[in-house]
């Protein structure tokens, strides 16, 4: 299947939900499915990287929203981010991969700060893939930032779009081409919205620590599909 695939998008996200439900459906605690949905980023993100040769991958592993959820599971949560972000794990399992984080990382408890810093340093010369991690991260809140920064540098009085781009944590990279959101919810929840503008969406009906590299191979076909205008119109209706 991998070596059909041309046309392949240069920048995919994914929203990874369903990770409560998915463990619910089975009779387990809900962290559980935490633990199984970190483990299947590994499997995905590799895939795409190294399986597929995709350039940029990003990640919503935890809006500014799910602050919002008992402590117990946010507890469980920081730690599996916590492990994930190991720094000597990290460079072995993902080779040439920058670790990009969107969000506020520093309001996390300070072993998983320490860990994600460890991680940008010993990543920042890899050119090759990027991986960029929302972790406390709000698409509104990416563009507030954005505003607050070009103010703070008293830029002219008005500003273009590749100007406020350079203030997004994205600076310099690709729009997104391909968004997958698992668990058949259909919305962004404040997932890149200036990055997703003209990203093709894709909601297959399954809970993200099951979602295998069978089912990211159909996302990729599904997205070849599609006839992607820009606004324009393509060949065949001229
Ligand atoms: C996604 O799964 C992981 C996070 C948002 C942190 P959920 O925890 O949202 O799982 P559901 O949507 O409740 O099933
Ligand atoms: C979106 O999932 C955020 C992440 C995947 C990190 P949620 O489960 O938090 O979103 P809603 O509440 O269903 O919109
Ligand atoms: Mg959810």
Not at 6 to 23: E, S, T, V, Y
Not at 48 to 75: H, K, M
Not at 99 to 119: H, Q, R, S, W
Not at 224 to 237: C, E, L
């Amino acid at each position: 299947m991998t070596t059909e695939l041309k046309k392949l998008p240069q920048h995919i996200g994914f929203i990874i939900d369903g990770n409560g439900r998915w463990a619910k459906e089975r009779g387990w605690p809900r962290t559980k499915g935490h633990e199984h949905g970190v483990k299947n980023l590994d499997v995905i993100i590799k895939e795409c990287f190294y399986g597929y040769g995709i350039p940029i991958v990003s990640i919503y592993a935890f809006s500014t929203e799910n602050w919002n959820r008992p402590q117990t599971e946010l507890d469980c949560l920081f730690k599996y981010f916590t492990k994930y972000l190991k720094v000597n794990d990290f460079v072995k399992k993902y080779p040439h991969v920058r670790l990009n984080i969107m969000g506020d990382y520093t309001k996390f408890p300070a072993e998983l700060v320490k860990n994600a810093k460890a991680v940008i340093e010993a990543t920042k010369d890899e050119t090759q893939f990027i991986l960029n991690l929302g972790i406390n991260y709000s698409g509104q809140d990416e563009l507030v930032r954005a505003v607050n920064l070009m103010l703070g540098e008293k830029l002219a009085p008005t500003v273009d779009r590749a100007t406020l781009q350079k203030y997004l944590y994205t600076a310099d990279q690709p729009l997104l081409d391909l968004v997958v959101r698992t668990s058949g919810e259909q919305r962004l929840s404040n997932f890149m919205l200036w990055q997703v503008s003209y990203a093709e969406l894709y909601f297959p009906k399954i809970y993200w620590p099951a979602f295998g590299k069978k089912d990211l191979a159909q996302a990729l076909l599904e997205y070849q599909s599609r006839d992607r205008r820009f606004g324009a119109i393509t060949a065949q209706d001229a």
